[in-house]
């Protein structure tokens, strides 16, 4: 373990953070990764370059070394610490075994440091005193204050790492943009759980954060970024105890590694109580793409592991040793297989329908369980076993969690028959054309055969594509029509329709492209004509979406794109209580601008409609098309 003196800024090693003489301070921050973040931080490589060359002129390093790790050794010393560490300077990244260590070591640096410094970069002052906290902390609605969220919304705060960089220290104090004491971690315990759901108890040191379930520890993470996909499961190490080697380049394939080891170590089966999907990960299996997906909005959501407690017995009994004996064969076990996870579970079934009771509960002792389905698409060769996916909803309970049937579910009065089953894990290794590993069909962007021939008409890029799902809010793309097939088997009256699908409220986008056969000639000369394209918009309902692809009309009035004013048009679609703003606009293809033109879509919610006018909206949804 490599640290810094305070006094020179000078790097030394030792062997644990154990054998550093008269402990060490240890600083929390956040990177700069960009010029405009701010000064770049200084390498491991750098420092030693600085402290090699001060050596042979008799200077201090200190003064020469960034401004971030000066003030941080100045600080330290000033308050009798001989040792610091900095992660940015500190750890020989070119070495992948001291990266390793460093990385599975993290939790336990800070753990062990006299003192950790949490540098705000971005909160030039405390707008609160320590009396106002106090005073708050008994209020009806504590620290909703603005002054409150300016502090909660800094970029420390947003950070992957800085969680555990948060929760291992046992004294942590903020620091300013100008290095200025704001408080402790101790004195803000309040406020960082009514915004942050860490338990107060839990930054103070009352409860051990291993008493906390393994959702309860994810949705800590909440909507954290870090830099690198891997560092999701990375930065979350020393919160489950485990020892990982990273592996950069894997992807999201980090994070289910973590899940499968925290399988081996821990019988705690909230490991999959993930409800809701923030990013990608595949809705139908048993575990998770990112500790996002673990996210709660409110304490009372949180997901607990709470299994039965079992009667000790007594030595001498006969009986109740052969009870004892039965009950562990009803143990709860899990194996990852490559057909999904083996799984030996009590199972019940309720109106139909199969759910596996994993001991689940919400904090007022109201139980939980996970909703399994037949899985059509599986693999496994055996039937022996019955293989589930995940079902929707997910979770299910003996209450009504939204005021809707679908998830109310009350056990038998029995036990629960236990079974041996199989349950989906991850997407199927046979994926669409193109689709690369860890990504799912949430979002995935799949090939335009069109597009890739050279004299394609129209291209549509992936990127636009991807921008439009984020902001329509689509969960999935889909691409009918001519754009299906390539340019040369397509026939010239078949259009291309680009379809949103919006999950939270079962709207679809449409946008169709198509060449009108008046001015297109078939078979196409080799100098096609821009003037054919033509573009419209619509709305509708995704079960009942009424595509067109096979009645391709258009007015050639309004929609042939070199018809409009430089080459974009705004599309207003009411859509029963709200207008949608779609605008296209096209531009010619840098690779071949006389024969190709490049679209891109924006989207936007415009109002809510008038009562009055839903009911005509609804009649004539897909024809109602207000052009501006």
Known sequence: MWVLSTDHAELHFFASPEDIPNEYAILSHTWNN??????????????RKIQKRCARNGRNPRDFVSEKIRRCCELAEKHGYKWVWVDTCCIDKTSSAELSEAINSMFRYYALAAICYGYLQDVNTA????????????????????????FGSSIWFQRGWTLQELIAPRFFIFLSSSWEIIGTKADFAELLEVHFLIPATVLRFQISHTQFSIAQRMSWFQLRKTTRLE???????GLFEIHLPPLYGEGRNAFRRLQEEIMKESADTTLFAWRWSFTDSP??????????????????????????????????????????????????????????????????????????DLYWSLGDGRRVFLHLEPDPDSEAISSRRTSYRVGEPRQTGDFFLTGDEAYFVRPPDGPPSWKEVLIKHRPRLHRAPGQLPGSTTFRFTPAIPMQLTFDAPVRFPEARIRQFLIQSHSNRFEIRGAGCFSLWTAGPNLPTAYSFLRHVDGRCIIIKVGQCPRVWEWPPRKQRRLQAVWATVTVTDYLNSPWGIDVPLHDCSQDHVLQWPDLRKRFEVPYERETLEVTLSFTPCPLNPKRTLILRA?????????????????TNLAEQIIVI
Not at 35 to 46: A, K, M, N, T, V
Not at 604 to 615: G, K
Request: hydrophobic share 40%.
């Open 34 to 47: 960009k010029p405009e973040d701010g000064p770049l931080e200084q390498s491991f490589q750098e420092v």
């Open 127 to 150: 707008f609160f005193s320590l009396e106002d906290l106090e005073n708050d902390r008994h209020s009806r609605n504590p620290y909703r204050q603005e002054r409150y969220r300016s």
């Open 231 to 237: 560092d999701e499961a990375y930065c979350l190490l």
């Open 283 to 356: 809705e139908r299996c048993l575990l998770a793409a990112s500790p996002a997906d673990f996210e709660v909005s409110w304490r009372k959501d949180e997901v607990v592991y709470t299994p039965p407690r079992r009667t000790q017995v007594p030595a001498d009994t006969t009986a109740n040793v052969t009870l004892a004996l039965g009950a562990d064969l009803h143990d709860m076990t899990f194996a990852v297989t490559p057909t999904g996870i083996r799984a030996n579970i009590p199972i019940f079934m309720w109106r139909g329908k199969t759910f596996a």
């Open 602 to 618: 924006s989207f936007l919610l415009l109002h809510v409609l008038p009562d009055r006018f839903v009911a005509s909206v609804q």
